[in-house]
């Protein structure tokens, strides 16, 4: 089975940059669509981007459309998360998770059984 490791995150005042990266150990990953769900205190993990398994479609999430970017490296096994213009509202820990692309399923944590183990953003002044 696929394993993820995250790695990135951290503390960035409003307006910065940070770039969050997955990293899965088995080439399988290259078949699987690649997506990234935050959960914030009190909140329910919520979808945030996803990237189909050939890199040829891309789908957000309204509240990061925009400033957020997904891609994916299959020569590498890794999905990035660069996140531009940072708001204290996108403060959460931030995972990743892999599965078979499926455009009804993929924006559905529940549908997920790979994940990483998660990493925190923290946008504050």
């Not at 891609?71 to 078979?100: F, G, H, I, W």
Request: hydrophobic letters at 35%; a neutral charge.
């Amino acid at each position: 089975q696929v394993q993820l490791v995250q790695s990135g995150g951290g503390l960035v005042h409003p307006g910065g940059s940070l770039r969050l990266s997955c990293a899965a150990n088995d080439r399988t990953f290259r078949s699987l669509a690649s997506t990234w769900f935050r959960q914030a205190p009190g909140k329910e993990r919520e979808f945030v981007a996803t990237i189909s398994w050939n890199g040829g479609s891309a789908f957000y999430a309204d509240s990061v459309k925009g400033r957020f970017t997904i891609s994916r490296d299959d020569d590498l096994y890794t999905t990035d998360l660069q996140m531009n213009n940072l708001k204290p509202e996108d403060t959460a820990v931030y995972y990743c998770a892999t599965r078979p692309w499926s455009l009804q399923a993929v924006s559905s944590a529940d549908r997920y059984d790979t994940w990483g183990r998660g990493t925190q953003v923290t946008v504050s002044s």
